[in-house]
């Protein structure tokens, strides 16, 4: 009865870990406080994870310093359920017809704690402006709370996504789509999010993914906003992660930003904070 009761509780942990882990891919301060939103943005440090399409359009602030802009951010999540750490870059060609990304992060709960390391390709594939992408990510877990299931968790998971641009004289459209784990690796795949983003006049941007279309884990909407406040160096954010609020703000100058941001998640207030500069 003892082992019985053991693998029982094995499974259920792992269960809870595999959840954990999908949830817990390395964003930034920014994502954070725009609800989490990702598949139709996918223009910063962690695109290759968000949705490796975007790559080829990453944002420098503007900056094309070398034939190869990047990207680098470090962020780290404060007073939070899964605590993780991240160091993640991305840059793309001068055209932006093709980019890459790559990073490393580490998150951990009650129990546990997992190391990721991952990278993506994004090329225009099917004209000018629709890339494709694919990433690779690998888990290396432990488990600190039952021995015996340590190693269990260890996978290698793939991402595939798409991305449109449409542009019109006053606004400029993303609308993203990515099969996350095709494999199924982590036991809760293949999913898929599909998400917009569109610049508006005045500095503001507004982004939505429906995340987990086919509700093989959370089927839920996440919606985020940012706004450059003219004349300012000031990036005010909010959103709605699963109808949890989120919020925050960005210091940018000179090639590099200082972001924070909140969330009211059910089981209590978060925050993270990123450093990002681009060159």
Same mark, same amino acid.
């Given at each position: 009865?003892?082992?019985?009761?053991?693998?029982?509780?094995?499974?259920?942990?792992?269960?809870?870990?595999?959840?954990?882990?999908?949830?817990?891919?390395?964003?930034?301060?920014?994502?954070?406080?725009? +609800?989490?939103?990702?598949?139709?943005?996918?223009?910063?440090?962690?695109?290759?994870?968000?949705?490796?399409? +975007?790559?080829?359009?990453?944002?420098?602030?503007?900056?094309?310093?070398?034939?190869?802009?990047?990207?680098?951010?470090?962020?780290?999540?404060?007073?939070?359920?899964?605590?993780?750490?991240?160091?993640?870059?991305?840059?793309?060609?001068?055209?932006?017809?093709?980019?890459?990304?790559?990073?490393?992060?580490?998150?951990?709960?009650?129990?546990?704690?997992?190391?990721?390391?991952?990278?993506?390709?994004?090329?225009?594939?099917?004209?000018?402006?629709?890339?494709?992408?694919?990433?690779?990510?690998?888990?290396?877990?432990?488990?600190?709370?039952?021995?015996?299931?340590?190693?269990?968790?260890?996978?290698?998971?793939?991402?595939?996504?798409?991305?449109?641009?449409?542009?019109?004289?006053?606004?400029?459209?993303?609308?993203?789509?990515?099969?996350?784990?095709?494999?199924?690796?982590?036991?809760?795949?293949?999913?898929?999010?599909?998400?917009?983003?569109?610049?508006?006049?005045?500095?503001?941007?507004?982004?939505?993914?429906?995340?987990?279309?086919?509700?093989?884990?959370?089927?839920?909407?996440?919606?985020?906003?940012?706004?450059?406040?003219?004349?300012?160096?000031?990036?005010?954010?909010?959103?709605?992660?699963?109808?949890?609020?989120?919020?925050?703000?960005?210091?940018?100058?000179?090639?590099?930003?200082?972001?924070? +941001?909140?969330?009211?998640?059910?089981?209590?207030?978060?925050?993270?904070?990123?450093?990002?500069?681009?060159?």
């Amino acid at each position: 009865m003892k082992s019985i009761a053991t693998i029982a509780v094995v499974v259920v942990l792992l269960a809870a870990l595999i959840t954990a882990a999908a949830a817990s891919e390395a964003t930034d301060a920014r994502v954070f406080a725009m +609800g989490g939103v990702r598949a139709g943005l996918a223009n910063g440090a962690s695109s290759f994870l968000d949705n490796p399409a +975007g790559l080829p359009d990453v944002d420098t602030f503007g900056l094309r310093l070398s034939p190869w802009p990047m990207i680098v951010s470090g962020s780290t999540t404060l007073d939070a359920d899964v605590d993780t750490w991240s160091v993640l870059g991305a840059g793309r060609n001068q055209a932006g017809t093709q980019g890459l990304g790559a990073g490393f992060w580490h998150a951990s709960g009650a129990g546990w704690d997992s190391d990721f390391i991952g990278a993506g390709y994004g090329l225009d594939l099917f004209g000018p402006d629709t890339a494709l992408g694919i990433a690779v990510i690998r888990e290396d877990r432990t488990t600190t709370m039952l021995p015996e299931a340590n190693g269990d968790g260890d996978a290698t998971v793939f991402n595939v996504g798409v991305m449109k641009r449409i542009s019109d004289p006053i606004n400029s459209w993303r609308v993203g789509l990515v099969a996350r784990d095709v494999t199924d690796e982590w036991g809760n795949g293949p999913t898929f999010d599909l998400g917009a983003s569109v610049d508006l006049p005045a500095g503001l941007l507004v982004a939505a993914d429906l995340v987990d279309l086919t509700d093989e884990v959370d089927s839920h909407l996440n919606l985020g906003a940012q706004w450059a406040v003219p004349l300012t160096s000031v990036l005010v954010r909010a959103g709605l992660a699963d109808g949890d609020l989120t919020a925050g703000l960005g210091y940018r100058v000179s090639g590099l930003e200082f972001s924070a +941001g909140w969330a009211d998640f059910e089981g209590g207030d978060e925050f993270q904070v990123s450093a990002t500069g681009c060159f």
